[in-house]
């Protein structure tokens, strides 16, 4: 310990050289440092025990390894806040942890090509800029990566741990409803780039937030350690004015982020808003963004997607609830946005913008409040847009569910079947269920991709009615007659509880589908038996349908040649579809 022995920080370490400090141990110092060397902390800790202490690092603060620990005293006032404002040297290979206090400032420039660990014991750990100078801070020289932890501190109960990140620059983009975003945003001075090219990883327990106003901080790479890990809107109060952004993904990585969209005020107060940039893919996976002050994710470059099972529990939502403008995702042109989750508020496609439908396998999007049922989820995509879904069966395959409308515009619904899918004439597929009619004059193009061939595949809307029936009562309560019956007068109410939208597979008629010319199905023209040869696999199986596309037949083969008796059958006209692996043909035959 070196304090100053007569009145406080009356002492100073003078010279030209420097202080290092070596071993295991903590050395707590209060003496005003002069030395025109500065500091190098090669292990153990450096405590800076008071929190108005005048600068204890000298010109300069080199951490080859260990822990500089800045006053962790709960203490309040902005004059007394700690500060850590000199020149930091990370050399590289070397791991450097500050811990913060409470209410403290970290504005010096940072340099080198080690990574740095800054743990915040609470909710005002100003970083980027001085705010009560506007003092800006300097990453330009640092080329390691950025860990943000918590450091939890006797006697300090703070509402969360965070780094608060400090601007002067005013955000121009306001809500989820621009549309030019990507014009030159850093050119206009909006965003603040300190970590545009830095990779920023948030530990459990331990977040961002901002100071007031309309914000947003450019990170190459975000990640997280777990779902306790959270991204914070404005982190002094309850006010609804500020809005602030986090946008990511400027390194072009691929990034599973299981971290929380986090209301830090706890009044459903401070918007908070994802912008995802770049042509790497993040997966959004927490169940715990409850918060009703979510702006959604703006998709602006590369795929942004989320993974949260929407069975588990019935009450999660990807993203948060919609606050303000009601969008939740909003994916720009040639961006890919969606997921396997709920999304609660507007999911809006651009054109030629792609949302994806499940992850890694068949799944789900739920657009649905299931907590309060007021705010509406529409779908809506524009004309060249697109949405993919897989089919693997009938019965497994990607599903939209949405409490309000679905709106195509002419886009475009694109069905992919998975590698194992099977398919026959008759199934339906029901792809999109929703709860409010949309336009009469919606239109949606449909292209299938890996589906079996020799089908044929259409749209087909269609409705869930409830019937209803009451006793029809006079003015007095009292039930009337029937004229029909001598009973009770009944109304009867039907109501569209359910809108769909299905894909029919049927058969393609009129035609001699053969795809290949490589299987031979004789005579066309037949009293009860037909010969099907295969030049070059085996026959999986053969079914033959009627006129009307019922099935009225099937057999397994496994071999490259069968013989099949239809004698069985009425007279008219059948088709024999042949399936081979994955690949199937469709024949005509007569039978007399």
Same mark, same amino acid.
């Given at each position: 310990?070196?304090?100053?022995?007569?009145?406080?920080?009356?002492?100073?370490?003078?010279?030209?050289?420097?202080?290092?400090?070596?071993?295991?141990?903590?050395?707590?110092?209060?003496?005003?440092?002069?030395?025109?060397?500065?500091?190098?902390?090669?292990?153990?800790?450096?405590?800076?025990?008071?929190?108005?202490?005048?600068?204890?690092?000298?010109?300069?603060?080199? #951490?080859?390894?260990?822990?500089?620990?800045?006053?962790?005293?709960?203490?309040?006032?902005?004059?007394?806040?700690?500060?850590?404002?000199?020149?930091?040297?990370?050399?590289?290979?070397?791991?450097?942890?500050?811990?913060?206090?409470?209410?403290?400032?970290?504005?010096?420039?940072?340099?080198?090509?080690?990574?740095?660990?800054?743990?915040?014991?609470?909710?005002?750990?100003?970083?980027?800029?001085?705010?009560?100078?506007?003092?800006?801070?300097?990453?330009?020289?640092?080329?390691?990566?950025?860990?943000?932890?918590?450091?939890?501190?006797?006697?300090?109960?703070?509402?969360?741990?965070?780094?608060?990140?400090?601007?002067?620059?005013?955000?121009?983009?306001?809500?989820?409803?621009?549309?030019?975003?990507?014009?030159?945003?850093?050119?206009?001075?909006?965003?603040?780039?300190?970590?545009?090219?830095?990779?920023?990883?948030?530990?459990?327990?331990?977040? $961002?937030?901002?100071? %007031?106003?309309?914000?947003?901080?450019?990170?190459?790479?975000?990640?997280?350690?777990?779902?306790?890990?959270?991204?914070?809107?404005?982190?002094?109060?309850?006010?609804?004015?500020?809005?602030?952004?986090?946008?990511?993904?400027?390194?072009?990585?691929?990034?599973?982020?299981?971290?929380?969209?986090?209301?830090?005020?706890?009044?459903?107060?401070?918007?908070?808003?994802?912008?995802?940039?770049?042509?790497?893919?993040?997966?959004?996976?927490?169940?715990?963004?409850?918060?009703?002050?979510?702006?959604?994710?703006?998709?602006?470059?590369?795929?942004?997607?989320?993974?949260?099972?929407?069975?588990?529990?019935?009450?999660?939502?990807?993203?948060?609830?919609?606050?303000?403008?009601?969008?939740?995702?909003? #994916?720009?042109?040639?961006?890919?946005?969606?997921?396997?989750?709920? $999304?609660?508020?507007?999911? $809006?496609?651009?054109? =030629?913008?792609?949302?994806?439908?499940?992850?890694?396998?068949?799944?789900?999007?739920?657009?649905?409040?299931?907590?309060?049922?007021?705010?509406?989820?529409?779908?809506?995509?524009?004309?060249?847009?697109?949405?993919?879904?897989?089919?693997?069966?009938?019965?497994?395959?990607?599903?939209?569910?949405?409490?309000?409308?679905?709106?195509?515009?002419?886009?475009?619904?694109?069905?992919?079947?998975?590698?194992?899918?099977?398919?026959?004439?008759?199934?339906?597929?029901?792809? =999109?269920?929703?709860?409010?009619?949309?336009?009469?004059?919606?239109?949606?193009?449909?292209?299938?991709?890996?589906?079996?061939?020799?089908?044929?595949?259409?749209?087909?809307?269609?409705?869930?009615?409830?019937?209803?029936?009451?006793?029809?009562?006079?003015?007095?309560?009292?039930? =009337?007659?029937?004229?029909?019956?001598?009973?009770?007068? #009944?109304?009867?109410?039907?109501?569209?509880?359910?809108?769909?939208?299905?894909?029919?597979?049927?058969?393609? %008629?009129?035609?001699?589908?053969?795809?290949?010319?490589?299987?031979?199905?004789?005579?066309?023209?037949?009293?009860?038996?037909?010969?099907?040869?295969?030049?070059?696999?085996?026959?999986?199986?053969?079914? #033959?349908?009627?006129?009307?596309?019922?099935?009225?037949?099937?057999?397994?083969?496994?071999?490259?040649?069968?013989?099949?008796?239809?004698?069985?059958?009425?007279?008219?006209?059948?088709?024999?579809?042949?399936?081979?692996?994955?690949?199937?043909?469709?024949?005509?035959?007569?039978?007399?």
């Amino acid at each position: 310990v070196l304090r100053s022995k007569t009145s406080y920080m009356a002492d100073s370490i003078v010279g030209s050289g420097s202080l290092i400090k070596d071993g295991a141990g903590t050395l707590t110092i209060d003496l005003k440092n002069k030395l025109t060397g500065g500091r190098i902390l090669k292990s153990g800790r450096i405590y800076l025990e008071k929190a108005d202490s005048a600068n204890v690092f000298g010109d300069k603060l080199r #951490i080859e390894n260990g822990t500089v620990s800045v006053n962790t005293l709960n203490n309040s006032s902005p004059s007394r806040y700690a500060r850590i404002r000199v020149p930091i040297e990370i050399p590289a290979g070397a791991t450097a942890k500050i811990e913060m206090g409470r209410y403290s400032y970290f504005y010096g420039n940072v340099s080198g090509d080690g990574d740095l660990e800054l743990s915040t014991a609470g909710d005002r750990t100003f970083v980027c800029a001085k705010k009560d100078a506007g003092t800006a801070m300097n990453f330009k020289g640092f080329n390691g990566n950025l860990v943000v932890s918590k450091c939890a501190s006797s006697g300090v109960t703070p509402g969360y741990y965070a780094l608060y990140f400090s601007t002067n620059k005013t955000f121009r983009a306001t809500s989820m409803s621009f549309t030019t975003l990507a014009d030159s945003i850093l050119a206009k001075n909006t965003v603040d780039s300190t970590f545009w090219n830095k990779k920023v990883t948030l530990k459990a327990g331990a977040g $961002l937030t901002s100071i %007031s106003g309309t914000r947003c901080y450019g990170i190459g790479e975000l990640n997280a350690e777990n779902d306790e890990s959270f991204l914070g809107g404005y982190g002094a109060g309850s006010s609804t004015s500020p809005i602030i952004y986090w946008m990511f993904g400027m390194s072009n990585t691929d990034v599973v982020f299981p971290g929380t969209i986090k209301d830090v005020s706890g009044a459903a107060k401070n918007l908070v808003g994802l912008i995802k940039t770049g042509t790497g893919k993040y997966t959004f996976t927490s169940t715990k963004s409850y918060a009703s002050t979510s702006l959604g994710v703006l998709v602006d470059q590369g795929s942004f997607l989320v993974n949260i099972p929407v069975t588990t529990p019935a009450t999660t939502t990807a993203l948060g609830r919609a606050k303000t403008n009601g969008v939740i995702m909003k #994916i720009r042109t040639g961006a890919t946005g969606g997921g396997n989750g709920r $999304l609660t508020g507007a999911v $809006l496609v651009d054109s =030629l913008a792609t949302l994806q439908v499940g992850y890694d396998g068949i799944g789900q999007i739920d657009l649905a409040d299931t907590l309060s049922g007021t705010i509406a989820s529409p779908l809506k995509v524009h004309h060249n847009g697109k949405v993919i879904m897989k089919v693997a069966s009938k019965t497994n395959h990607d599903l939209i569910t949405g409490n309000n409308t679905v709106t195509f515009k002419g886009g475009t619904l694109l069905v992919e079947g998975t590698s194992d899918v099977s398919l026959n004439v008759g199934d339906t597929v029901r792809l =999109l269920t929703y709860k409010k009619a949309g336009t009469t004059k919606d239109s949606i193009s449909l292209q299938t991709e890996g589906l079996p061939t020799g089908l044929k595949y259409t749209l087909k809307g269609d409705t869930l009615k409830t019937v209803t029936s009451t006793v029809v009562k006079d003015a007095n309560n009292v039930p =009337l007659v029937s004229v029909l019956t001598g009973g009770d007068s #009944i109304k009867v109410t039907t109501t569209i509880t359910e809108y769909r939208i299905n894909l029919i597979v049927g058969v393609i %008629s009129g035609v001699n589908n053969v795809i290949s010319n490589r299987v031979s199905v004789y005579p066309s023209l037949t009293s009860g038996v037909i010969n099907i040869d295969s030049k070059d696999a085996d026959i999986t199986k053969v079914d #033959i349908f009627n006129i009307n596309g019922q099935q009225v037949m099937t057999q397994a083969i496994g071999a490259r040649s069968a013989v099949l008796h239809l004698d069985k059958l009425s007279s008219g006209l059948y088709y024999t579809r042949v399936t081979i692996g994955n690949k199937v043909e469709t024949h005509k035959v007569l039978l007399k």
